[in-house]
């Protein structure tokens, strides 16, 4: 039971009432400061009663009470059906219960009832943050354009309007509205937009840069690691990531957790992966020597976590993608932190010191727009699973591709596509009529965007073939119906270009001048075939037509990575892993000796 109450509720005004509510909760006695609520309502004046009851719900949402909360705002809204406020807080708890549907039925009841401008913003970005991540692109996109239209300084909506369009490819992808600007939209560009606007180096710092300034938190004075006892023994590397499991990150990495070597390493993943009971997941967490699970952690006490587990090297596979927790790696709970796959490029993150590269995708030249330091590995940066599941070959006719053709294809994001590539794409074809093109059908107004692309470059629809999204093991598979994969540029494949060539078929990439605009080109090297790397965008059409036109040229790239490609140095993984050691044993150590870093 709650201690005494500082006044009777029924004889407190409105304004006495949350004075004091507000002191019981910073005191730590939330549950006295609802229960103060719910006797007001009860025993007060009825005249501000739905206000009381807004509150009431907000503080049960604090303390995770959320059914309470819920007939708390439905009360507040019986008594105030125009209450907006009510409103937009009842539609966030019914998104996070899983009702998307109630919850934008709420937001539209506000912009239905309300005239002011910052009640309609809100509302505006709320349909269009949930509709973006119910993949109803172009609702969403409409929404943030109202949400614009009606106050265009808003960086965070700007970033979404951005990367929205480019999921649709809806070029140009910069299209100015209202009082936003071609700077605005390209200031407000996130570093992951970024990454497939401009292979520019110093851009991509930029964005990089102004999402740290903003988002994260300034870090502590003081590295948490330095309180630690000294480190002995066996050399402790922790990973960091919330994507331990069916994602990009997951599939490249179950192989290095497994390879390491025990006698001289622990490895510890700190996670807040969801929990699942998918074979990835399972193998992932078994690969482990520990797993700390930091969901519902907050960033403060998980840096704790990693600092009084002694990690000599903290290696961050997220940077700045989504659900990334970059505040931890502020806290310096390890001497040695160093970032790695997640984000191919500078994350601007301080604490983060080192990135995980190879001279290919890392050339001196772009040293400068990176905050990190290299560590360029010998043979290749990118780790990947040799013993991934894969389907039987599928027959072409299966997902309607034919036969006596030649098959380009992309299974890349649709966000990585950009006009430029995509018109190379579309002259191929023409310059190579017995061709088709094989793409992934990410979203239904990315694919007629796309229909309507090659409508206006004259080339005909059908020749566009879209294969849907499908499980890892027939995704491998149906690379094999393939004749030549085409990279993007300047957002290269990296786990894409890695599964192509494992599964035995040539990908012919444009290399820029930024680490993400370079991945294929390293993946190429490593297997064995520099030659299907390109440096300027004609001359990628040329080979790409050249290729088309002469299929028996494919066929022999496609014998060669057959034969040799599994046993090069892009997938000895062994090698790679002792590489990755050798260099995390030379820094722990270093660090164990007190001598400077280098």
Partial sequence: MPEALLSPPAFLTLAELVTQAQGLQQGGRADAAV???????ADGPPAMRHVACFNLGTSLSVINRPAEAEAAYLQALALQPDFPHARLN?????????????????????????????????????????????????????????????????????????????????????????????????????LLAMMSVSDDPALQLISATRFVHERVPKPPSVALHAAMPPRRGRIRIGYLSGDLHLHAVGLLTPELFELHDRSKFEVWAFCWTPESDQPQRRRIVKATDHLVRLAGVDDATAARLIAEAGI????????????????????RAAPVQVSYLGLPGTA??????WILADAYVMPPELEPYCTEQPIRLP????????????????????????????????????????????????????????????????????RENLLRQADAQGVARERLIFAPRVAPPEYLARFECADLVLDTFPYNAGTTASDALWMGTPILTLSGRSYISRMAGSLLTAVGLPDLITDSLADYERLAVTLGRNPARVASYKRYLAEAGRSSPLFDLPRIVRDIETQFERLALSHRAGAPRS
């Fill in 348 to 353: 601007a993150l301080p604490g983060v010191d």
């Fill in 312 to 331: 000599d090297v903290l290696v961050d596979l997220q940077g700045l993608t989504s659900g990334a927790r970059p505040a931890i790696l502020g806290w």
């Fill in 35 to 41: 229960a103060l609520y719910q006797q007001w309502i």
């Fill in 379 to 446: 043979h290749c940066y990118q780790v990947s699973d040799r013993r991934r599941e894969v389907a039987p070959r599928p027959l072409r006719s299966r997902y309607g591709l034919p036969e006596d053709q030649f098959v380009y294809c992309s299974f890349n994001n649709n966000f990585k596509f950009t006009p430029e590539v995509f018109g190379a794409w579309m002259r191929m074809l023409r310059q190579v009529p017995d061709s088709v093109l094989w793409l992934l059908a990410d979203n239904d107004s990315a």
């Fill in 90 to 190: 009842l539609g966030h708890l019914l998104e996070r219960a899983g009702q998307p549907e109630p919850a934008l039925a709420q937001w539209r009841a506000v912009l239905a009832g309300v005239a002011a401008t910052d009640l309609k913003v809100h509302a505006w970005n709320n349909l269009g943050r949930l509709l973006e991540s119910l993949r109803r692109y172009p609702e969403a996109e409409a929404c943030l354009r109202e949400s614009l239209l009606l106050d265009a300084r808003q960086a965070s909506v700007i970033q979404h309007y951005v990367h929205l369009r480019q999921k649709q490819c809806a070029w140009p992808v910069y299209q100015t509205l209202g009082e936003v600007t071609p700077n605005m939209l390209l200031t407000g560009t996130s």
